[in-house]
């Protein structure tokens, strides 16, 4: 069974450019997760994607957005790039929906390297 | 607010020594427990996952864990190293209804032959 896939695997954008990171999740996995893994800072949680609803963010400006297609698929979208978004974007799917209880174990994708020069 | 505190940034162990990497977190109510495993630009790999019961918990590779709760600890284990397992292992604790996780700053293993 094929795990999270993410695209592209590196992405170079300069200052003040838009970005565009896609994530596929697990099949049959309804949530989606992305989180920023940047030099110094660790892991981050970004945004929560379930059943096409944003469900939860993280501490990040406005223009990190995204969304998520009827096929559960997920797009982080990144507006006004600075220096700072370089980092390693990750994306993760589980199984649990909202409604769910207990085992939303993430299951994460080899992720998206962004520079932004 | 969930935290997770990983105290060792870098270790380095022989390879066929044993390994015990640090985990403590603070959430207030039953922690949803993980340990990852990422190697040099990959994603995560889940090791092994604590939500209930045995306190004990195996994974893959031969990791496994255990939950202490009167010490809010959640310690990696292995009882013999291979060079295969130098990377860098996250600890992160989750809410147990689908949430976001929250991360340690990771602990580096470096294996020496």
């Known amino acids: 069974e094929a795990g999270v896939t993410q695209s592209p695997t590196h992405l170079i954008k300069t200052r003040g450019q838009q970005a565009t990171l896609r994530c596929s999740p697990i099949s049959g996995h309804t949530s989606v997760y992305w989180y920023q893994q940047a030099l110094g800072l660790g892991l981050q949680f970004l945004l929560w994607?379930?059943?096409?609803?944003?469900?939860n963010r993280g501490n990040f400006p406005p223009r990190f957005s995204g969304r998520q297609f009827p096929n559960y698929s997920s797009e982080l979208n990144v507006n006004a790039l600075e220096l700072e978004d370089s980092a390693l974007y990750l994306c993760?799917?589980?199984?649990?929906?909202?409604?769910?209880?207990?085992?939303?174990?993430?299951?994460f994708g080899p992720g998206t390297r962004l520079t932004v020069l | 607010a969930q935290s997770v505190t990983q105290p060792d940034i870098h270790i380095t162990v022989s390879e066929g020594a044993s390994l015990e990497l640090r985990c403590n977190y603070s959430?207030?109510?039953?922690?949803?427990l993980f340990w990852y495993v990422q190697s040099p630009g990959q994603g995560l790999q889940l090791l092994l996952k604590?939500?209930?019961?045995?306190?004990l918990v195996q994974g893959i590779k031969g990791f496994e864990a255990e939950f202490k709760r009167s010490q809010s600890s959640f310690n990696l284990r292995k009882p013999s190293v291979h060079w295969s397992d130098a990377a860098e292992y996250f600890c992160a604790v989750g809410s147990g209804t689908a949430s976001k996780l929250t991360f340690g700053t990771g602990t580096r293993l470096q294996v020496t032959l």
């Open positions: 959430y207030g109510a039953t922690p949803y």
């Open positions: 993760a799917s589980s199984l649990v929906s909202l409604l769910g209880a207990g085992t939303d174990t993430q299951y």
């Open positions: 604590y939500f209930s019961g045995d306190t």
């Open positions: 994607y379930d059943e096409g609803e944003e469900r």
